[in-house]
């Protein structure tokens, strides 16, 4: 770190959004101005500035001083201070004017307009209502400032801390201040350390109630992100006091208080307490409401004779019926809710198309919907009918930070078919559920042995589990004729067998034995680079994707990217920025849902744009450009190598998945499960098989604590 202390002379650009700023700084130690980046929001041309920061080189703009934190100071003499009322910061002064106030009071010019506004009205021309206006711009950009320094005083980033003025305003410091612990709920980027960490120079104690509810918060929504919806009181509370460093007393006491302002809820399951995040109990409590809702209503689809109609069917797709699929034909026409459950080739697409094909004969109100981009994509590739993202079909509304689509604007259909549901988390199930109106017939489709939603739940599984809703379940394999390995080995997987890996000869499935960690990644790139495309065809980049167990390691996914982008893509147009690098032309992958871009989490891309000037990043995905400030290039990874559970919904002609010990504790029979049929055309393992061996006897994967099952039981077996 450098530190550059000198004046401003004018503003390149700036970004009202972001606050991200290109200027050109006239310093004392250098001939020629010096060009500074950064997030300076407010800064104006004449103030001085005193920053920290590193020196880059850029190929296109050549040197720039890169501003990790900075202290402002007004102007002090008369040319600076005209500049600074000239640069258009004050509303109502101008150029000319800012000549004529500056003459008028000279260096006393800032102190005037701060306590002698009115002083103003001496100006020729500046009558009151320009002075009430100068005033209020003033006084909004003195809050800026204040703001900036007390933050920027107690070490939060700069990038930090214009965030929290977006959100906040003039209360910034008084809610900061009062509670800190409300940034890591409420900001985007701060975590609960960062807060808590802001909570102890603000003078917070250790064992403070604030900070120990917090905290408590804090666990519960982290154990949300390994997919569970509640936990065991006495383990959370175990938990938290290690994490906060106190005495479980004080958790037990939290716990009380946040039970009494209905922040959590605490309820016994199988002679068990069990705690909930409020939202998340509230979400689970509507599941079981809303489908209460849809089994005990008439269908608005008339009734049929189901014999007839599959027979149609049958003639029309010019087929005949297992036994199996007619069963889910007839449950999909016998009541308003109904789940297929299935592998892959066990004819969910088959079922589908041919419950499209009687409806449409009934009724046009038909919405098709899937929980991924990727998957609405194939499902609309399968049926020929337009599907939708469960989050774009719900439409998210800004104003009210929901969706727009509930039960006072429900969706309008008759029949509502929703494939990959195991994808589906607890609070997006009970937003669509919400949204179905009252005599929708809703299909759910699914594969309950994949991998459970990246989000807390496992909605399908409690779903099917409870017993309450008709099921369908499906185990015989038709597809690709039961000649594609892909299939085959997935159900022996899925069964608790090794697969099939003897090497023949145009197979769909491969798999290479190989200890060494650093060998597995050389023959992944002699694979992707040669083999794959000169003997399939199939892009390298586009075509093929790696699966990781993990992120960490020499095969864990961000090792892969690093590699892979190096050698697929070197690129010399490129941006840096947050720990990230991205070059023109990458595979990305969108990691958080952003209805504002409506890109979601999973969405995967290709960066098609890098603007260093405007300091914009875009990225192509599935043929919409999205924009990206550098700023928010956090939302993005590199994606040539993605985790498993994170490729969920999608399929690619081409899966390599590194299969080794060094992930012995992911090593699970689900996750490899669910890798394997994500590959369309041909699937590789690389590793060993001591490594395969275990994942594929690990059929006990990581238990979720949800209590979605237990309140169905509850619910209907009251009602």
């Avoid at 009202?16 to 407010?42: C, Q």
């Avoid at 403070?208 to 804090?218: F, K, N």
């Avoid at 980049?541 to 993990?550: G, K, N, R, S, Y």
């Amino acid at each position: 770190m450098e530190d550059l202390t000198g004046f401003l002379e004018s503003i390149v650009f700036s970004s009202e959004d972001t606050g991200f700023t290109v200027a050109r700084l006239k310093a004392p130690r250098f001939h020629d101005l010096v060009t500074i980046v950064g997030t300076l929001p407010g800064v104006q041309p004449g103030e001085r500035l005193s920053c920290r920061g590193t020196w880059k080189h850029h190929s296109q703009y050549g040197r720039q001083f890169e501003i990790e934190n900075y202290h402002l100071e007004a102007p002090a003499d008369e040319v600076g201070i005209e500049k600074y009322l000239a640069s258009g910061l004050i509303k109502g002064i101008g150029p000319v004017y800012a000549k004529r106030i500056v003459q008028e009071f000279g260096k006393e010019t800032l102190d005037v307009i701060d306590q002698e506004s009115e002083r103003l009205l001496d100006i020729e021309g500046i009558g009151e209502k320009r002075v009430q206006k100068i005033a209020e711009c003033w006084d909004e950009q003195k809050s800026i400032r204040k703001m900036m320094i007390f933050l920027q005083s107690h070490e939060v980033r700069i990038s930090f801390a214009y965030k929290i003025f977006k959100t906040y305003g003039e209360e910034s410091i008084e809610k900061v201040q009062e509670n800190p612990y409300r940034l890591a709920k409420e900001i985007h980027g701060i975590g609960f350390k960062t807060a808590d960490s802001l909570a102890k120079k603000l003078g917070i104690a250790e064992d403070s109630p604030l900070r120990v509810q917090a905290g408590i918060e804090h666990a519960l929504w982290e154990l949300s992100l390994e997919g569970n919806t509640c936990y065991p009181e006495t383990e959370l509370a175990a938990e938290a006091a290690k994490m906060l460093d106190v005495l479980e007393e004080l958790i037990k006491e939290g716990l009380k208080v946040l039970e009494v302002d209905r922040h959590i809820v605490r309820e016994e399951m199988d002679g068990t307490f069990y705690i909930w995040v409020a939202p998340l109990y509230a979400s689970e409590k509507g599941i079981v409401k809303e489908i209460k809702r849809l089994t005990h209503c008439p269908c608005l689809i008339r009734n049929i004779d189901q014999d007839k109609a599959i027979h149609w069917a049958e003639a029309s797709l010019k087929m005949t019926f297992a036994e199996g699929q007619k069963k889910a034909i007839k449950k999909s026409f016998s009541g308003c809710i109904h789940i297929i459950a299935g592998g892959p080739g066990t004819g969910k697409s088959t079922i589908t198309k041919a419950i499209l094909l009687i409806t449409e004969r009934l009724t046009d109100k038909i919405i098709l919907a899937a929980p991924t981009g990727r998957a609405a994509k194939r499902m609309t590739e399968i049926t020929g009918r337009k599907a939708f993202t469960i989050h774009s079909l719900l439409e998210f509304d800004f104003k009210k930070g929901g969706f727009k689509k509930n039960r006072d604007y429900p969706l309008n259909a008759e029949l509502l078919i929703v494939d990959e549901a195991s994808m589906i988390d607890t609070q997006l199930m009970y937003a669509l559920l919400q949204a179905v109106s009252q005599g929708t017939r809703v299909l759910l489709i699914g594969d309950v042995d994949q991998l459970p939603s990246v989000g807390p739940g496992s909605v399908l599984k409690d779903l099917i589990a409870s017993d309450q809703i008709p099921v369908t379940r499906l185990d015989q394999i038709f597809r690709q004729g039961k000649g594609s390995r892909i299939v085959t080995n997935a159900h022996r997987i899925n069964k608790g067998y090794f697969p099939d890996v003897d090497h023949e000869k145009g197979s769909d499935f491969a798999f290479f034995q190989i200890e060494d960690s650093e060998e597995i990644l050389s023959k992944t790139l002699e694979l992707i680079q040669k083999h794959i495309p000169s003997r399939t065809k199939l892009h390298p980049i586009d075509e093929v994707q790696v699966l990781c167990p993990m992120r960490r390691g020499t095969i864990g996914a961000d090792n892969f990217n690093h590699v892979l982008q190096q050698q697929l893509n070197p690129q010399e147009l490129s941006i840096s920025r947050m720990g990230r690098t991205f070059h023109l032309h990458d595979k990305v992958m969108q990691i958080r849902n952003n209805y504002d871009k409506k890109v979601y989490n999973g969405d995967i891309g290709r960066v098609s744009h890098i603007n260093h000037e405007e300091q914009e990043l875009k990225v192509c995905f599935d043929g919409m450009n999205v924009s990206y400030h550098f700023n928010e290039i956090d939302e993005l990874v590199l994606a040539y190598a993605v985790s498993i559970h994170k490729y969920q919904g999608s399929e690619c002609p081409c899966v390599i998945i590194p299969v080794h010990t060094s992930h012995y504790r992911m090593l699970f029979r689900n996750l490899l499960y669910t890798g394997v049929t994500r590959g369309k055309k041909l699937v590789i393992l690389l590793g060993t098989k001591k490594a395969l061996f275990i994942a594929v006897k690990t059929d006990h994967a990581q238990t979720r604590y949800t209590g979605l099952k237990n309140l169905m039981l509850k619910s209907f077996c009251a009602f």
